[in-house]
């Protein structure tokens, strides 16, 4: 069966910043015609710093949407065609002060796939070495560092609650069982 969805109509909503919003009316496989709301976004990138104790490095910051501090991994939006690894280094360098000589890729992650275009990169970086942050103007966040195994309770806890915080926690925990990094 063909499950694929197919754009008849797009009308942009409203255009910002961030995001844009766009309704569609979308052709479904059985000929039917459904309104999909859509947010568009340019993506983000989120880096887990773990040092060479298993520790590792988060920030916190107030999150306007839920009106609280969230702890999570350094992260960041993407601009329109940045290079998500470029960013990525740029954020943990920004966010936490900390460089890394080695990273890998620990996948992409579609946080809200129902209705928001988003795509988060992650990566883990290790070989750190620590200066000074330098965050963006608007960024006021808190950095400490949690044993590995600690956040790992911290996220089937309920503590640790960003979606590409605990996907990497629990990726890298695996990786590491497994001896892959």
Do not use: W
């Not at 309704?23 to 983000?44: F, W, Y």
């Not at 999150?63 to 329109?80: D, Q």
Request: charged share 30%; aromatic share 8%.
């Amino acid at each position: 069966m063909d499950l694929t969805e197919k754009p008849v109509k797009q009308e942009y909503k409203f255009k910002g910043k961030i995001v844009n919003l766009r309704v569609d009316d979308a052709l479904l496989p059985n000929g039917n015609i459904a309104k999909r709301e859509i947010v568009e976004h340019n993506g983000g990138v989120m880096v887990a710093p773990l040092d060479n104790e298993d520790n590792l490095y988060f920030v916190k910051q107030f999150r306007y949407p839920y009106m609280e501090i969230v702890t999570e991994l350094p992260a960041g939006k993407l601009e329109k065609g940045e290079d998500p690894f470029e960013a990525g280094k740029r954020e943990l360098k920004e966010e936490t002060g900390a460089v890394a000589n080695k990273y890998v890729s620990l996948g992409q992650l579609y946080p809200t796939p129902g209705y928001c275009g988003e795509i988060i990169h992650m990566y883990l970086a290790t070989e750190l070495s620590f200066g000074e942050q330098n965050p963006d103007d608007d960024e006021f966040l808190e950095v400490y560092k949690i044993p590995l195994a600690k956040a790992v309770e911290m996220v089937l806890s309920g503590e640790l609650k960003d979606s590409k915080t605990q996907t990497a926690i629990l990726k890298i925990h695996c990786l590491k069982q497994e001896g892959r990094i």
